[in-house]
């Protein structure tokens, strides 16, 4: 079945660039995303690439995705420490959101 | 205030309970979801919804039930609660009108089964 798997942990230095991994297995998803979840709160749509885009970039993050390794990443460029949170890998067909399937999260540290 | 409520934030119950766990959006959107979150596990789906009067299973629907009472609401039920049910849950929304499927999330009821 489908399946998405990203590291647990990361740790960063603040101000350095923090690139968090993911693997999917479904090669028919249509949109990957990447989610963030702050303490106490739920998730939060932080990006999305299109599966026929290699990379989309917004201000300091860049989505880098290689469909023939089914690997997706996240880059923050000078990570601050209002970044730590949980950021989840997910993919869908797209469809109005029905079959997202989401990774374990990659729980962020941002040493000041 | 936000966009998808939910309620109660927290509760502690005793094995054998039964639990509601309620949610409320007002995004008027038709699709909802209830979700869990595990440690290492990631979020999994136990129940969503299309509309009024849709119901549908996710991958780990035992030992939960849904109502959507109107397309605004949607609860979660736990029949005779047990400890292993002790999770973050997590009611979602989506627009069946978009095509980027993005997913909004209430911030989560934390439950605690003894």
């Known amino acids: 079945g489908e399946d998405v798997e990203q590291s647990l942990f990361l740790s960063v230095r603040e101000g350095d660039s923090s690139v968090i991994n993911c693997t999917y297995t479904?090669?028919?998803?249509?949109?990957l995303y990447w989610y963030k979840q702050e303490p106490g709160a739920g998730l939060q749509l932080l990006t999305y690439?299109?599966?026929?885009?290699d990379m989309k970039q917004d201000q300091r993050l860049t989505v880098l995705l290689n469909k023939k390794d089914k690997h997706l990443s996240l880059r923050i460029a000078d990570t601050q420490t209002g970044d730590s949170a949980i950021y989840f890998c997910?993919?869908?067909?797209?469809?109005?959101?029905?079959?997202?399937?989401f990774g374990a999260g990659t729980r962020l540290f941002v040493k000041a | 205030d936000a966009d998808v409520t939910q309620t109660p934030r927290n509760r502690i119950t005793k094995t054998g309970k039964r639990i509601m766990l309620e949610c409320s959006q007002t995004?008027?959107?038709?699709?909802m979801y209830w979700y869990r979150q595990d440690p290492g596990l990631g979020l999994r789906l136990i129940y969503y919804?299309?509309?009024?009067?849709?119901?549908n299973k996710g991958e780990i629907s035992d030992g939960y039930s849904v109502s959507r009472q109107a397309q605004a609401k949607f609860s979660l039920s736990l029949e005779s609660a047990i400890p292993n049910q002790t999770a973050l849950y997590f009611c979602?929304?989506?627009?069946?009108?978009?095509?980027?499927?993005?997913?909004?999330f209430g911030e989560g009821s934390r439950l605690t089964v003894l």
């Open positions: 690439i299109f599966s026929n885009m």
């Open positions: 995004k008027g959107h038709d699709r």
């Open positions: 479904d090669s028919s998803s249509t949109y």
């Open positions: 997910a993919e869908s067909m797209g469809t109005g959101g029905f079959k997202t399937i």
């Open positions: 919804s299309f509309d009024v009067k849709d119901i």
């Open positions: 979602a929304t989506s627009s069946s009108g978009t095509n980027t499927g993005e997913l909004f």
